[in-house]
C-alpha cells in the first residue's frame, strides 16, 4: 500500500501553521542529504531532459529534495517582503516561479518566499491576520473578555441562558484564542437541541486552532453524537496524523478506528435495507448493461456493496482500466502517482489502497471512486501550470475518496439508480462523467483538499490556481468538463482564499513549475505521437 518511487523522500509534514515539529524543523539553509542510489530517475533537475522527462543524474544533494517539498516557514514569520507584482506576463511570473523553486530545493527559504511574494498576487481585499497564541487561562484575557468569562460562568451556574449566552458570542468573537470559550459555547448549544450551530461553533475553531487537542476533541465528540461518524473517524485520523509527536496521539488514532468502525457498520446496516427495498420493488430484475460492470443485477450489486467501499471501487476500477485508453508511460505515471501517495498519505484515511491512474485524453477531467481509485486525463497535465496546481486538482478528487462522497451516493435512496452516476455512455468512456455531488460535498472537498495540499508541503493555493486557470480559458470559450461539472466556481474560490488566509497556510511555497513543464512536454509528445513515443 501507498508504494511510491525507489528514491521518493518521505514527507516532512508540518505539526501545525505556525511551528515545524522538533524533528523536522530546518536549522539552517543546508537540506539534508537522501540516500538513494537511484535519484537521477525522478528528482529535479534545473535543467530535465525535455524528451524524456527524466532528470540527469548528477543533480545536486538539494535539488534531489525536490520530491519531498516543505513548508519549513510560516509566511508571516519570514522577513522577506516582496510587492507582488500585477503587471507581470505570464511567461515572466513563470519564470520567477522556477528561480524561487530552485532556491527553495537549495534550502534558501527566505529568499524563495521574496520571489514568491512577488511572482504571486494578493487575493482580492487580502489581509493579513495575525492570530493571537490559544490561551486557557483565563487571568490571560484582557480586562473585558474576563468579564465575559465572569458572567458565562455566573449564567451557568444560575442555569439561566439568557444570560450566558450574550457574554459567550462576544467572547468567541472578540477573544477567539480563549478556548475554554468555545467549549463552553458549543456546550451550551448542544445542550439546547442545536446540534448544527454547537457543531459550528467548534468548526470554526478548529479552523482557527487546528492543533488544540480540547477542540479537537470536542468536535469529534460532537460529530459521534451527531452520528457523524465519518467525519468524526477522519477529524481524529488527521491530527493524529499532523501530530505525530504529541502523547495523546494513540487517543486519537484510537478515536479514528471506532467511529471508522461505526461508520461502516452503520453502512452495512442501510445496506441491507436498501437491498430488502429494492427486492420488494421488483430491482431484483433489473440488469445494469453497457456499463463499466458489464451485465450485473441489483442483487449483485447489492452483495458487492456490503463489501464496503473499497471493493466497490477496486471492481469498477477494474473494469475501467481494460476499457480506457490509459497512459502507460512509466515516467508519467510515476509522477502522477508520487504527487497523489504523497497527499494520500496525510489525507486522513490508511484504510484505502489509494491508486492513481492518467487517462490518454487530453481533455481535463478527473473523477474519484470510492476506495481510493483516482482517475485523472492527460490534458490535466498539460492544463496545470505546476505540479502545486496539479497536486491541487489530485487532493480534490482525493478528499471526494476520503470522504466517501460516492459511497454516501450510491448507498442512500435508491441503490440502482445512484450506481448508474459511476457509468460512462457509449463512445464517451474516457470522459467519464463526474458524480453529481451536492453543494456541500463540493465545499468538503475544496476544503479538505485545499487542508492536504498545504500539509504536504505544495503551496497552499495550488487548487485555488487551477480554478482560476481554468475560469480564465472558459472566458474563451474552451470548456473543460471537470470544472463544468462543478458549480459556483467564483463562490469556490473565494471560500478557499478565505480558508488560506484563515489558517494562514503557506501559498509562499514550493510550486514545482520546471519539473511539471518537462512532463508537459513528454505528455504531448504522448498525445500527438503516441505509437512512436511508447
Same mark, same amino acid.
Given at each position: 500500500?501507498?508504494?511510491r518511487?525507489?528514491t521518493?523522500?518521505?514527507?516532512q509534514?508540518?505539526?501545525n501553521?505556525?511551528?515545524?515539529?522538533p524533528d523536522?524543523?530546518?536549522?539552517?539553509s543546508?537540506?539534508?542529504?537522501?540516500?538513494?542510489?537511484?535519484a537521477?530517475?525522478?528528482?529535479?533537475?534545473?535543467?530535465?531532459?525535455?524528451?524524456?522527462g527524466e532528470?540527469?543524474?548528477g543533480?545536486?544533494?538539494?535539488?534531489?529534495?525536490a520530491?519531498?517539498?516543505t513548508?519549513?516557514t510560516d509566511?508571516? =514569520? /519570514?522577513? @522577506?517582503?516582496? *510587492?507582488?507584482s500585477?503587471?507581470l506576463?505570464?511567461?515572466? !511570473? +513563470?519564470?520567477?516561479l522556477?528561480?524561487?523553486?530552485r532556491l527553495?530545493?537549495?534550502?534558501?527559504?527566505?529568499?524563495?518566499?521574496?520571489l514568491?511574494?512577488?511572482?504571486?498576487?494578493p487575493?482580492?481585499?487580502?489581509?493579513?491576520?495575525?492570530?493571537?497564541?490559544?490561551?486557557?487561562d483565563?487571568?490571560?484575557?484582557?480586562?473585558?473578555?474576563?468579564?465575559y468569562?465572569?458572567?458565562?460562568?455566573?449564567g451557568r451556574?444560575a442555569?439561566?441562558?439568557?444570560?450566558?449566552?450574550?457574554?459567550?458570542?462576544l467572547?468567541?468573537?472578540?477573544?477567539?484564542?480563549?478556548?475554554?470559550?468555545?467549549?463552553?459555547?458549543a456546550?451550551?448549544?448542544?445542550?439546547?437541541d442545536?446540534?448544527?450551530?454547537?457543531?459550528?461553533?467548534?468548526?470554526?475553531?478548529?479552523?482557527?486552532?487546528?492543533?488544540?487537542?480540547?477542540?479537537?476533541?470536542?468536535?469529534? =465528540? /460532537?460529530? @459521534?453524537?451527531? *452520528?457523524?461518524?465519518?467525519?468524526?473517524s477522519i477529524?481524529a !485520523? +488527521?491530527?493524529?496524523?499532523?501530530?505525530?509527536?504529541?502523547?495523546?496521539?494513540?487517543?486519537?488514532?484510537?478515536?479514528?478506528?471506532?467511529?471508522?468502525?461505526?461508520?461502516?457498520?452503520?453502512?452495512?446496516?442501510r445496506?441491507?435495507?436498501?437491498?430488502i427495498?429494492?427486492?420488494?420493488?421488483?430491482?431484483?430484475?433489473?440488469?445494469?448493461?453497457?456499463?463499466?460492470f458489464?451485465?450485473l443485477?441489483?442483487?449483485?450489486?447489492?452483495i458487492?456493496?456490503?463489501?464496503?467501499?473499497?471493493?466497490?471501487?477496486?471492481?469498477?476500477?477494474?473494469q475501467?482500466?481494460?476499457?480506457?485508453?490509459?497512459?502507460?508511460?512509466?515516467?508519467?505515471?510515476?509522477?502522477?502517482?508520487?504527487?497523489?501517495?504523497?497527499?494520500?498519505?496525510v489525507?486522513?484515511?490508511?484504510?484505502?489502497?489509494?491508486?492513481?491512474?492518467?487517462?490518454?485524453?487530453?481533455?481535463?477531467?478527473?473523477? @474519484?471512486?470510492?476506495g481510493?481509485?483516482?482517475?485523472?486525463n492527460?490534458?490535466a497535465?498539460?492544463?496545470?501550470?505546476?505540479?502545486?496546481?496539479?497536486?491541487?486538482?489530485?487532493?480534490?478528487?482525493?478528499s471526494h475518496?476520503?470522504?466517501?462522497?460516492?459511497?454516501?451516493?450510491?448507498?442512500?435512496?435508491?441503490?440502482?439508480?445512484?450506481?448508474?452516476?459511476?457509468?460512462?455512455?457509449?463512445?464517451?468512456?474516457?470522459n467519464?462523467?463526474?458524480?453529481?455531488?451536492?453543494?456541500d460535498?463540493?465545499?468538503?472537498?475544496?476544503?479538505?483538499?485545499?487542508r492536504?495540499?498545504?500539509?504536504?508541503g505544495y503551496?497552499?493555493?495550488?487548487?485555488?490556481?487551477?480554478?482560476i486557470?481554468l475560469?480564465?480559458?472558459?472566458?474563451e470559450?474552451?470548456?473543460?468538463?471537470?470544472?463544468?461539472?462543478?458549480?459556483?466556481?467564483?463562490?469556490?474560490?473565494?471560500?478557499?482564499?478565505?480558508?488560506?488566509?484563515?489558517n494562514?497556510?503557506?501559498r509562499?511555497?514550493?510550486?514545482?513549475?520546471?519539473?511539471?513543464?518537462?512532463?508537459?512536454?513528454?505528455?504531448?509528445?504522448?498525445?500527438?505521437?503516441?505509437?512512436?513515443?511508447k
Open positions: 500500500m501507498n508504494d518511487p525507489p521518493t523522500v518521505d514527507p509534514v508540518p505539526t501553521n505556525d511551528a515545524v515539529a523536522l524543523e530546518v536549522e539552517s543546508e537540506v539534508e542529504q537522501p540516500e538513494s542510489e537511484e537521477d530517475s525522478v528528482g529535479v533537475e534545473p535543467k530535465p531532459d525535455v524528451e524524456n532528470v540527469p543524474a543533480s545536486t544533494d538539494a535539488e534531489e529534495e520530491i519531498a517539498p513548508s519549513p509566511p508571516a =514569520d /519570514s522577513p @522577506a517582503e516582496a *510587492e507582488p500585477t503587471t506576463a505570464d511567461e515572466d !511570473r +513563470q519564470q520567477l522556477i528561480e524561487a523553486d527553495y530545493l537549495q534550502g534558501q527559504y527566505e529568499q524563495a518566499e521574496f514568491y511574494r512577488k511572482a504571486k498576487e487575493f482580492v481585499a487580502e489581509a493579513v491576520q495575525e492570530r493571537p497564541a490559544a490561551i486557557s483565563p487571568t490571560q484575557l484582557p480586562p473585558a473578555g474576563q468579564v468569562w465572569r458572567e458565562a460562568e455566573a451556574a442555569e439561566l441562558y439568557t444570560r450566558l449566552m450574550v457574554p459567550l458570542e467572547l468567541v468573537a472578540e477573544y477567539p484564542q480563549f478556548i475554554p470559550g468555545h467549549l463552553l459555547y456546550e451550551v448549544l448542544a445542550e439546547q442545536k446540534p448544527e450551530e454547537s457543531l459550528a461553533v467548534l468548526e470554526r475553531a478548529t479552523t482557527l486552532y487546528p492543533n488544540e487537542p480540547e477542540l479537537i476533541r470536542a468536535r469529534v =465528540d /460532537s460529530l @459521534a453524537a451527531n *452520528e457523524h461518524w465519518l467525519e468524526a477529524a !485520523r +488527521q491530527f493524529a496524523l499532523l501530530n505525530p509527536d504529541r502523547p495523546d496521539r494513540a487517543e486519537f488514532e484510537t478515536l479514528a478506528d471506532q467511529h471508522l468502525e461505526e461508520f461502516q457498520d452503520r453502512t452495512r446496516s445496506l441491507r435495507g436498501n437491498a427495498a429494492n427486492f420488494v420493488t421488483g430491482a431484483a430484475s433489473f440488469v445494469l448493461t453497457g456499463n463499466l458489464g451485465p443485477s441489483a442483487v449483485e450489486t447489492t458487492l456493496m456490503l463489501r464496503g467501499e473499497s471493493a466497490v471501487g477496486e471492481s469498477i476500477a477494474n475501467a482500466t481494460r476499457q480506457l485508453e490509459l497512459v502507460e508511460d512509466e515516467a508519467v505515471v510515476a509522477y502522477v502517482n508520487e504527487l497523489g501517495q504523497r497527499l494520500a498519505e489525507s486522513g484515511r490508511d484504510d484505502f489502497e489509494y491508486e492513481f491512474y492518467v487517462v490518454e485524453d487530453e481533455t481535463l477531467n478527473a473523477f @474519484a471512486l470510492p481510493g481509485k483516482i482517475f485523472v492527460a490534458g497535465i498539460l492544463e496545470a501550470n505546476s505540479e502545486a496546481e496539479l497536486a491541487g486538482l489530485l487532493a480534490h478528487e482525493l475518496a476520503v470522504l466517501s462522497h460516492g459511497f454516501q451516493l450510491v448507498t442512500s435512496g435508491n441503490l440502482t439508480a445512484n450506481l448508474l452516476q459511476f457509468i460512462p455512455y457509449g463512445g464517451y468512456a474516457a467519464l462523467a463526474v458524480l453529481s455531488y451536492s453543494r460535498m463540493e465545499r468538503q472537498a475544496d476544503a479538505l483538499g485545499t492536504i495540499l498545504a500539509t504536504s503551496a497552499a493555493d495550488g487548487l485555488r490556481n487551477l480554478m486557470t475560469e480564465e480559458a472558459e472566458e470559450s474552451l470548456p473543460f468538463a471537470w470544472l463544468s461539472t462543478h458549480p459556483d466556481t467564483d463562490e469556490r474560490i473565494e471560500n478557499i482564499e478565505t480558508q488560506i488566509e484563515l494562514g497556510y503557506n509562499y511555497t514550493y510550486e514545482g513549475v520546471e519539473r511539471h513543464q518537462a512532463m508537459q512536454r513528454r505528455v504531448e509528445q504522448l498525445l500527438l505521437e503516441p505509437d512512436e513515443a
